[in-house]
């Protein structure tokens, strides 16, 4: 049996399991699939084809600091997922050149070769002005569709002359990205919102493309996207992909009902197919994941055990508290407002944790540019301010807040310092956080409290699943999760591991992939007959 055929093998015996709808029986000892295998199903797909990855954000970024240039691995889960993906295969990434020594690190071509870890990859910069970069990022795909998809009562803010710059910054894309295939066949594999009209414009100019966009956020339902000014756009841009993927069902079904109000096409619902100018777009669930291996090895490492006693010592951890640990880029659908709220309130009802429960939350920066973020951190430090003068004493303060990027041996350490991990998203496409926390806990111990409004619930239904908008119903749910036995600890973070281990980020890779292989004919025969 070769590589494909093992890999195929695996598939169609993952395939009994679907993670979409998630339960935790599993077939015991799947052998789970590595980078090598997914490897051999890109390349088994179209073996002369280049792989490029195009995303606004870059996974390594130059910063200049007084004592030189500082290589910064920005905090995204966009990036945690499909960074092994593109080094698996040798691909190139192209992506905004955003640091401010970014241009000193590139050569003739715009290109840095990413080094490190198992093997290399091309990192294309594209440079935008602070003009593009306020209207296309900050704007429409900050202000407008991130709001507009999570729901979650913030207003989306559109501008038209911020749309125009959108559409401009993706043609920009689009020309890098040519430029980078040149004649050759080519796989783009194009990420998440800030590049909804890629697809379209790489479609018109290169019909024999084949193209995958995957949207990392959810899709909202036709009624909360009927608001958006350029939907008809934004729709005709998306549809330009051969294959569109989303984590989980659900949005599959809300995008193909937007498009059903919202644009002519002919949808085929059997297939889960969009018809659009004659060639369909398959619309697909891919739940997104972290590679297992990779995290519950670097967990242990040596770097985390040091880590992990200076952050005790920072905290002045004097052995008697339990920890509770937030990690979250400071985003107002993380739902920290509400950890905190719940965190405050478990102190008043339980009075004597005093002393004996702390709070650390890292919080990432993001986004400090629009004006939605500024409030939230300003927000943010005024709670803490104030429930910790309300409930400190002399020794002991119940929430430390650290802010900053911290860096992966940071986030690891304080994984592994976890009694209960808070992820307590308003609403989260997937959640690799959580994820992450469950590889990272090679002891079987620590208690996972996640929002049913991740995509990450679906599959992890060993955590203790809370509705973050219930401020009540999450302080029982915390205090049950603190007070939890270590045998039932252990059976939920047994089952989880095995989910997320047999589940991991090659799999999700090699699954679109793989149904990239499966739609290739049909997808062929409709171009030769000019439609469906
Ligand atoms: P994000 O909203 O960025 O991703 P998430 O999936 O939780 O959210 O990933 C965050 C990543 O950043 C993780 O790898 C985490 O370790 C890291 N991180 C978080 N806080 C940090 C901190 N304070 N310092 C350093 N690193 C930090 C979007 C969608 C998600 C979806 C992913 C992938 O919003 O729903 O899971 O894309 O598709």
């Not at 494909?4 to 015996?13: A, N, Q, S, Y």
């Not at 270590?486 to 589940?503: C, D, G, N, P, S």
């Amino acid at each position: 049996m070769n590589e494909i055929e093992r890999v195929k093998d695996l598939m169609t015996e993952a395939g009994s399991v679907d993670p979409t709808v998630g339960s935790g029986t599993l077939s015991p000892h799947l052998p789970p699939v590595d980078a090598a295998a997914l490897a051999a199903v890109i390349r088994g797909l179209s073996r002369d084809s280049k792989l490029v990855v195009v995303s606004n954000r870059e996974p390594v970024i130059h910063e200049a600091r007084d004592d030189g240039v500082r290589e910064i691995r920005p905090a995204s889960g966009m990036i945690t997922g499909i960074e092994p993906i593109v080094r698996a295969v040798s691909g190139t990434w192209v992506a905004h050149g955003s640091g401010s020594a970014d241009r000193r690190a590139v050569d003739t071509n715009d290109r840095f070769t990413v080094s490190g870890g198992r093997s290399s990859y091309a990192l294309r910069r594209v440079w935008l002005t602070r003009q593009e970069e306020q209207g296309y990022y900050y704007g429409v795909a900050n202000s407008a569709l991130w709001p507009l998809c999570h729901i979650v009562y913030a207003r989306p803010q559109f501008s038209r002359r911020q749309w125009e710059t959108y559409r401009r910054v993706n043609e920009k894309f689009c020309a890098a990205v040519l430029e980078e295939i040149g004649s050759e066949d080519a796989i783009v594999f194009i990420q998440d919102y800030h590049l909804a009209l890629l697809p379209r414009l790489l479609r018109q100019a290169r019909p024999d493309l084949t193209i995958v966009m995957f949207w990392h956020i959810p899709w909202p339902n036709p009624e909360a996207f009927r608001i958006m000014p350029w939907g008809e756009e934004l729709l005709d841009g998306l549809l330009g992909s051969d294959l569109l993927g989303f984590h989980i069902q659900y949005h599959c079904n809300n995008f193909v009902d937007t498009v059903d109000h919202r644009v002519e096409a002919r949808i085929d619902r059997e297939q889960f197919s969009v018809f659009r100018g004659g060639t369909p777009t398959y619309v697909r669930p891919f739940p997104i994941s972290v590679d297992f291996e990779q995290v519950s090895d670097d967990a242990v490492s040596v770097p985390v055990r040091h880590r992990v006693e200076e952050i005790l010592a920072a905290i002045e951890h004097d052995g008697r508290q339990q920890l509770l640990v937030g990690v979250d880029r400071l985003d107002y659908t993380k739902g920290i407002i509400e950890r905190l709220r719940a965190v405050d309130r478990l102190l008043l009802e339980y009075p004597e944790l005093r002393g004996r429960v702390t709070l650390l939350q890292l919080a990432a920066p993001s986004r400090t540019h629009v004006e939605a973020y500024r409030r939230l951190g300003q927000e943010m430090d005024a709670l803490v301010d104030d429930i910790n003068w309300r409930h400190q004493d002399d020794t002991w303060q119940l929430i430390r807040l650290l802010r900053g990027h911290h860096d992966y041996t940071t986030v690891m350490a304080a994984y592994q310092v976890a009694r209960v991990l808070l992820v307590t998203s308003l609403h989260d496409g997937m959640n690799l956080v959580a994820k992450e926390f469950v590889a990272a806990r090679r002891d079987e111990d620590g208690v996972l409290l996640l929002s049913k409004y991740t995509g990450a619930a679906r599959e992890l239904a060993d955590a203790v699943q809370v509705n973050p908008f219930d401020i009540d119903a999450m302080t029982q749910a915390l205090y049950g999760a603190l007070t939890m036995e270590a045998a039932e600890r252990r059976e939920r973070m047994v089952r989880m591991r095995e989910l997320v281990r047999t589940h991991n980020v090659y799999e999700w890779g090699i699954k679109i992939f793989t149904e990239l292989q499966a739609i290739q004919p049909l997808v062929r025969a409709a171009r030769r007959g000019g439609g469906a």
